[in-house]
């Protein structure tokens, strides 16, 4: 493991025991450490809180050896796993991306898992895609594909925001919060 990772990671475990169990995770690389999920949060009125356990070039294969501290110690309700981008010569990715979700599932089996595509248009993306698409069942395990939209950075990120935070929350939108959200 690498030693940015196991760093990262051993920070995560020391704010276990301030973390609020049954909440919102998400588990990513470092598409999702850099992404201001924060900043879009602060802006809605969510039920939950969410905790952003994203590192920045956390493979599949370290995702695996810290799942247990990082996402299982804090019993989330709802996961969003966003992993693949740093695993683009590992031919086991798939085979460690499903370990993560029978972790998640044997230790938190009420727990919801949303698995978020990676983005772009090469073969390995496409082949990815596939694959975790296939490692889900639409009940439990589900399937975010981000559209990929011709704006600004900060404009792609909003997009992205919206279509994560409808899943992040326990009750449907009411008007007003669309609004807002939308602005």
């Known amino acids: 493991m ?3 990772v196991k760093t990262a990671a051993n920070a995560m475990i020391g704010l276990n025991d301030i973390t609020l169990k049954g909440e919102i995770a ?3 690389s470092t598409y999702m450490s850099k992404f201001p999920l924060y900043e879009f949060i602060n802006k809605c009125q969510l039920e939950s809180a969410v905790y952003n356990r ?3 070039g956390l493979t599949i294969e370290e995702a695996l050896q ?13 996961v969003f796993i966003a992993l693949g981008e740093e695993d683009e010569n590992n031919p086991n990715a798939i085979k460690y991306y ?3 979700i029978k972790k998640i599932r044997v230790e938190i089996p009420a727990c919801n898992i949303f698995l978020i595509g990676l983005l772009g248009e090469s073969e390995y993306i496409k082949n990815f895609n596939n694959n975790i698409l296939s490692l889900c069942d639409n009940k439990k395990i ?3 594909q981000f559209v990929s939209p011709k704006l600004s950075e900060l404009g792609i990120s909003k997009a992205r925001f919206k279509q994560m935070s409808c899943f992040f929350r326990d009750k449907p939108l009411t008007m007003v919060e ?3 959200m939308a602005n």
């Open 2 to 4: 690498k030693e940015s």
């Open 26 to 28: 998400v588990f990513g």
């Open 54 to 56: 994203s590192i920045k």
């Open 66 to 78: 810290i799942v247990e501290d990082c996402i299982i110690a804090i019993a989330p309700k709802k």
């Open 98 to 100: 499903n370990e993560i």
């Open 142 to 144: 589900k399937h975010i």
């Open 178 to 180: 669309a609004f807002a």
